[in-house]
């Protein structure tokens, strides 16, 4: 099985006037169809990498790399023309919140019905059609209603389900959702989570799943990346994530308050520097696929 | 126990005019003893960070009575006293400190406004209790990072000496590692200080890690109330907690 997503040496630099800043400094992965966690704190460049991924990195930034293929196709180099054709029909990005997603004066389905037609060529009549099916699939009880509504008139989980709906319509071969739960409460987070995993399951995509959160990205993900200052310092089974051995993700799990284990103080996490360039606790980040999902 | 530092019975508090009204707190009765840490859980919507404003007099429509170290209060007034005694910090810090306004100059005017005397001393003794250290002192909000702002707005809610904080969820907008520091320094400043804390949180485990008891509420009203070992023990004589203790752990492996 070939990867869908090849990513090698992938870099992401800013002019500062303290010279370059890269806030991705060689990241190296492939993707197959799996949930495919990267996790890290703010600042550590996984939200770029996915903007990169995608080509999204604005000017003055710059994305450099060594390869980085859809289906073993080069999309680096890509006119942004045809960058164009790539984003939203073969990969698709969920942002964090959904109230910064959606045209807030625009309704609901007709957003979804111009993302549809804009990739798939469809004709109105189909495309509102597709829409209310794909508003049915995110499991939204009234359709027609939600259709007719404007961003602010549904809630928060409501507006990431539009969006999943909006994203998948086109039937994109990756998902990149960034922080997509974040915005959410906890008893809706795993809605949409359940909904988004059913989705990725049954069509057999693969998803990027970015993410602060260690342990709903061991939960829900197959494999997990932990970032840090811009490189990947551990590649990880989710399943295998509480035996991690770099000292990072160590800390990061360590920091966080637990139900079943009290303790009076928390231990804080001690940067080191040798993190920033010291050796990487798994050489091989890009070998063999795992199995595609379970 | 000693005596209630806050006390609240039938706490109704509402949005707007009828047709459109909205009832966002159905009553609420709610005791916190000096000394204690009480939690506030519930989704978004629930009315948990409404009752807190509703105290700190942020929403001026409500109904039924709130005591502070018994001072009763009524509408959107709040006495000096109210303010040096009770203090409140916000979820975001980016929001709550203003972007053009030095650190210094945000703890100058708040202990201004105390009425405290001796201002540059106390403004270096507010930092180095925050953690922060003088460097920070002459820096804008955009210089500093999100759990540097909540330790200035921790700084600043600290300038009175109050006895009271109102904490609505201080660190769901920071990063774990980061939520633990700002975890930490609020318990070493309660065991330093003596403080009363109320503390909202969706988080179940920051509320479990911070407080002693808590209240869980659901569309405005509180559904349950339980002290943490309960908490942790999952033993809860309501659906809903039981549900929330469950949608907390999906998230940990």
Redesign the interface.
Known sequence: MSALLSVRDLRVSFPSRQGMFEAVRGVSFDLGRERLGVVG??GSGKSMTGRAILGLVRPPGQVAAQALTLGGQDILNLPERERRRIRGRRIAMVMQDPKFSLNPVMRVGDQIVEAYRLHSGAGRAAARLKALEMLEAVRIRDPERVFQSYPHEVS?GMGQRIMIAMMLAAGPEILIADEPTSAL??????EVLRIMDDLVRDRGMGLIFIS?????V??FCDRVLIMYAGRIVETLA??D??SARHPYTQ??LN??????A????????ERAEAWRDGPLVDASMTEALPGGLR | MTAPILSVADLRVWFGHPPDRVDAVRGVDLGVSRGESFGLVG??GSGKSTVLRAIAGLSPDWSGRIEVAGESLSGARRSAAFHRRVQMVFQDPYASLHPRHTVDRVLAETLTLQGMDDIDRRIVRLLDDVGLGRGFRFRYPHQLS?GQRQRVAIARALAGEPELLLLDEPTSAL???????I??LL?DLRADRGLTYLMVS?????I??LCQRLAVMQAGGIVDRLD?AD??AGRSGSDYTR???A???????
Do not use: F, M
């Open positions: 704190e703010s928060g409460d906890v008893s809706v987070r795993a602060h959160d260690l342990n709903l061991a939960q989710a399943r994530l509480h800390g990061l920091s966080l308050p637990r139900l079943d009290p303790v009076d103080r928390l231990p804080v996490l | 989704e978004s999100g990063d774990v590692s980061v939520q633990a520091e975890l930490n318990t969706h988080d179940l485990a920051v479990g890690h943490v908490l942790r549900h929330l203790i949608a907390s752990q999906y998230q940990r492996a």
